[in-house]
């Protein structure tokens, strides 16, 4: 969505471009592009041409890397939240490479929803319900919540809200999602404070919460489907038999950026839902 980088890439000036463009049009009859003063977009005629030259020089792209030996193909971008990142996707990178070594990955971390497009996005996992989400959207698992902590505090279970006094309580500060919040977990579980906990520490992003917990600094609210390899190594470990479910219409999902995706990108695509499937 940049003229100037589009011309450049091409070897280019922008106004050749530009013109190159418009006797495309010309000759289709159509418009292709909405022409903003410092922007531009496809109309539904562009998309739909865009969708079929991006698939095309993709396959072109696969068989070039088929035919010459040692040359890397096009990278696949996966993004994905900071905390999914730091706690699903990076403990499984090493897996990745070693089933995929011919495929190189590129991970970019956000909580922000990216523009595919501009950034350049294969693959995106998301969290969230599944009307806002695409139809070919692939289920990776949901969210469970359950209270969790170091193997270091020796913390005894937890059976009702007074167990949790004497304890420091570690908190995701400001999150849209209730029940990664102690007071919303509570509620979720039908319990309510009767005492007050020793102190509550309260971190911007969760991975910080978890790495908090695994170095025995406190309990914190453990979204178990990301913590999978963290319990398995015995870092952390469930220590309240209430697990909340919330809500019951999120998931996290799959989400491929491209109608007709290259084929590495639906080989790591394959990959990661086998990997949910493991989890």
């Known amino acids: 969505m940049s003229m100037a980088l589009a011309a450049e890439d091409l070897c280019l000036t922008p106004s050749a471009l530009s013109k190159q463009i418009t006797k495309l049009e010309e ?5 292709l592009l909405v022409r903003g003063h410092r922007s531009i977009a496809f ?29 890397t193909g096009k990278p696949v971008t996966i ?9 699903w996707l990076l403990p499984r990178l090493g897996r990745l490479q070693a089933d995929h070594p011919d495929i190189d990955v590129r991970v970019a971390a956000n909580n922000a929803v990216l523009d595919v497009r501009a950034e350049d996005i294969d693959l995106s996992i ?18 469970t919540v359950a209270p969790v902590a ?6 005894r279970p937890i059976l009702t809200p007074d167990d949790l006094a004497g304890h420091t309580l570690l908190e995701l500060d400001g999150s849209r999602r209730p029940w990664l919040q102690w007071a919303g977990w509570m509620a979720g579980a039908g319990w309510e404070f009767t ?13 910080f919460v978890i790495q908090a917990a695994m170095a025995g600094q406190g309990i914190a609210l453990g979204r178990l489907e990301l913590l999978g390899p963290i319990m398995k190594a015995g870092q952390l470990q469930a220590v309240s038999t209430p697990v909340v479910t919330q809500p019951c219409d999120h998931a996290y999902w799959l989400v491929m950026a ?8 639906v080989r790591i695509a394959d990959w990661i839902e ?6």
């Open 274 to 279: 086998a990997q949910a499937r493991l989890a």
């Open 43 to 71: 109309t539904k005629e562009g998309a739909e041409l865009y969708e079929a030259a991006n698939s095309a020089l993709q396959q072109v792209q696969d068989a070039v890397g088929r035919i010459l030996p040692g040359v």
């Open 258 to 265: 491209e109608k007709v995706p290259r084929r590495s990108v």
């Open 150 to 155: 170091s193997p270091l505090l020796r913390v």
């Open 27 to 31: 000759s289709l009859g159509v418009r």
């Open 195 to 207: 005492r007050k906990p020793k102190s509550v520490l309260r971190f911007n992003q969760y991975d």
């Open 79 to 87: 993004t994905a939240s900071i905390g999914v990142t730091a706690l």
């Open 126 to 143: 998301r969290y969230s319900p599944e009307d806002a989400v695409p139809g070919t959207a692939i289920r990776l698992f949901g969210e």
